[in-house]
């Protein structure tokens, strides 16, 4: 007999299997030497209280052995020749994931990547935060593996209507992540170890027979006669790329990908997304506040780095915490020379003295309307440049940023200093009253306050609020059918993931584009 129950153990005994095994068969009332084996499906941290607890799911063997874990997956068999192409522009999670479902369907993927390969892409990081120059195709957002290769590597994701979450977990143990990432509920990889992941997703896709091509930016649509079938692409070094299928999984700062298809009268949507700034706090902090820790007590070596979400609602807007980094760093995400732009990344270790967040205010395409007579449906990417381009501004230049302590900014009033962070390129005293539209730090005040009940000491002296976080989401979506995944006005284009709308992480992009791949290689057939 085969049982899933719930264990809820101390902290100090959660560890033992001894103390595991007594513990259920105390749930289930049985002799513990009837249970064969104990396996964990999925664990947390609950410090809500001062005894702070592991949440465990288990799955227990009654008088009979376990049954084996769910295989990892195995690598797809090679493709026959004269195998049907995809192309696939962007090698992200979406664009990787994509290719890999491809192959296992027995369609040939291109990728086409308009940044370098991860390992030659980490180099180019380093003129971004010791100089201030950003090479505009090689960065924190553009590259093989996406924003997320350089941003954190977390995989924690409420979606489940793209299918098993579980699955994409596997895929990436079975290139070289720890297998921990299968039952943790907040599963993290680490931009310090991500790479040489991602390194063997792409070895499997080639020799599996797939293309891989860097430094290759899409400029253009090959288009049929009658403008309504996608036949393939150009890219910026004038060659032509044909397949029965073009998967586009750019990432939400493509904004030269949006211009083009708005220039080819392709239909596209406003949509929602948010912005504001990055909230810095020493992790000491958060940790003490979530871990119910007395004043100058370390946390246990046995807890990782405290972690926290955030939000409410405040005049019917959304304000809320994003893409928390416990033990992380803030970092320069900026595609461009004229702008600053500020994201959060953590190392698998979680070990900066620093915790970090977005926080960040709902945008609705009313608040871009001003633009909307100059840039039509552009008008959110065109309100997010002039942002990043005043926060460029107000931080001096190289990639400095501007930056409040807490109290300043909720007495409206620039800090007169501020402590070091660690930000790289460096910070610069600033109100952000006066970079950031009033509607967005009215509602930060306001969150502020509020989540001080939540954390003691949110809005203490030590929290830092840097400018700016403006790429939550994409503020444009690219429609598809519902079913094929086509764009409506042209077949055999498919938007995938963040770039068109559709999805918003590492998971959620990764399963949307199996899906994108699953609708183009079906429509080859159709």
Partial sequence: MFREINLRLPLQQADSLTEQMRAAAR?????????????????????????????LR???????????????????????????????????????????????????????ERGKDVSSRRFDLRPINCDGIVPTNSNYCFGEGGAGAFSDGKLYTRTTKRGDVSEIYRYFVAHGADPAILIESHPHIGSDKLPRIIRSIRSTILQCGGEVHFNTRVCGLLRSADRRHLLGVYSDDG?????????????????????????????????????????????????AAQYHLRSGQARPNSLPAARYA????????????????????????????DEVVVNGMSLSRRNSPYANSGFVVTVTPKDTDSLNPQYGVLSGIAWQKKLEQATAIAGGGRMKAPAQRVPDFLMRRESTSLRLGNYRPGLTPYNLWELLP??????????????????????????????????????????????????????????????????????????DGRLCAEAAVASIHH
Wanted: aromatic share 4%; glycine share 8%.
């Fill in 27 to 55: 749930m289930l009332r049985i002799h513990p030497k009837r249970i064969c084996g104990l396996r964990i499906i999925k664990e947390s941290t609950d410090a809500r209280q001062r005894v702070i607890y592991k949440q």
């Fill in 438 to 511: 009033r509607g967005i730090c009215e509602r930060m005040a306001e969150a502020l306050r509020l989540f001080e009940h939540h954390i003691p000491g949110f809005t203490s002296g030590d929290a830092l609020l840097i400018g700016s976080e403006t790429r939550t989401s994409s503020p444009v979506r690219i429609p598809r059918e519902s079913d094929s995944l086509q764009h409506p006005e042209l077949s055999g284009l498919f938007p995938c993931a963040e770039g068109a709308g559709y999805a918003g992480g590492i998971i959620s992009a990764a399963l």
């Fill in 58 to 112: 288990c799955l227990i063997a009654v008088d009979e052995p376990l049954p084996p874990p769910p295989p990892l997956p195995e690598r797809p068999p090679k493709l026959p020749a004269g195998a049907a192409r995809i192309l696939i522009i962007g090698a992200g999670p979406a664009g990787l994931f994509a290719a890999l479902r491809c192959l296992e369907l027995g369609a040939c993927p291109v990728i086409l």
């Fill in 310 to 337: 955030l939000a409410t609602t405040i005049r019917d807007r959304g304000v809320h915490s994003f893409c928390m980094c416990p033990g992380g760093f803030i970092v320069p995400a900026a595609t461009e020379n």
């Fill in 239 to 287: 060659r032509e790329w044909q397949a029965a299928g073009v998967i586009l999984a750019t990432g939400h700062s493509a904004r030269d990908v949006y211009r083009m298809l708005a220039s080819e009268h392709l239909l596209m949507e406003r949509k929602v997304f948010a912005a504001g700034v990055r909230i810095e706090h020493p992790q000491s902090l958060i940790d």
